[in-house]
T-cell receptor
């Protein structure tokens, strides 16, 4: 079974530029998450989708971050304009509910450096 | 607000030792708790998931326990190996917004031969 795919793996941009990340979840997983992981910290949820609807975006800085999940499959996360403090790893995860609970499967992440 | 704390922040042990990683959380109203492993430059791999009604889960050399009333979980690793070197993250799911995980900062484990 293929895992969660993300691209690009690395991105370096200058502040005030824009950037976009792409995520392809595991086939059949209805729920998709974007997390931000700053160096030395645990991941923090930015946005959660159920199919193509937003469930939770309470921690998404909506003045500069946006995300969409078209057709309930792939998702893109965009930052415009980027700030220095956006330097982090952006992790995408997908999950499905089973009798054992809801296990999230993570992609390798996109490492963003804002100069 | 749910806060998750992991102690110690870093741990270095010789191969073969049994070790314990600790996780505490402030709000005991959780749906489940997960332990993840993160290797440098890679995503997270789920190791164990404990439902709020369970006390422990085991997988191979790993055993995770959960004491919901005291807001604590431990991950026990038996007979550690150099391949166990990674960062271990604890995360709780509150259930009110199903799926949302609250993570600790992790414990960076180094097992030397």
């Amino acid at each position: 079974e293929a895992g969660v795919a993300q691209s690009p793996r690395y991105k370096i941009i200058e502040k005030r530029q824009s950037v976009a990340f792409w995520c392809n979840p595991i086939s059949g997983h209805a729920t998709l998450y974007w997390y931000q992981q700053i160096l030395g910290q645990g991941p923090k949820l930015l946005i959660q989708f159920q199919n193509n609807g937003v469930v939770d975006d309470s921690q998404l800085p909506k003045d500069r971050f946006s995300a969409e999940r078209l057709k309930g499959v792939d998702s893109t996360l965009k930052i415009q304009p980027a700030k220095l403090e956006d330097s982090a790893v952006y992790l995408c995860a997908s999950s499905y509910a089973s009798k054992y609970g809801e296990t999230q499967y993570f992609g390798p992440g996109t490492r963003l450096l804002v100069l | 607000k749910q806060e998750v704390t992991q102690i110690p922040a870093a741990l270095s042990v010789p191969e073969g030792e049994n070790l314990v990683l600790n996780c505490s959380f402030t709000d005991s109203a959780i749906y489940n708790l997960q332990w993840f492993r993160q290797d440098p430059g890679k995503g997270l791999t789920s190791l164990l998931l404990i439902q709020s009604s369970q006390r422990e889960q085991t997988s191979g050399r790993l055993n995770a326990s959960l004491d919901k009333s005291s807001g604590r979980s431990t991950l026990y690793i038996a007979a550690s190996q150099p391949g166990d070197s990674a960062t271990y993250l604890c995360a709780v799911n509150r259930g009110s917004t199903l799926g949302r995980l609250y993570f600790g900062r992790g414990t960076q484990l180094t097992v030397w031969p």
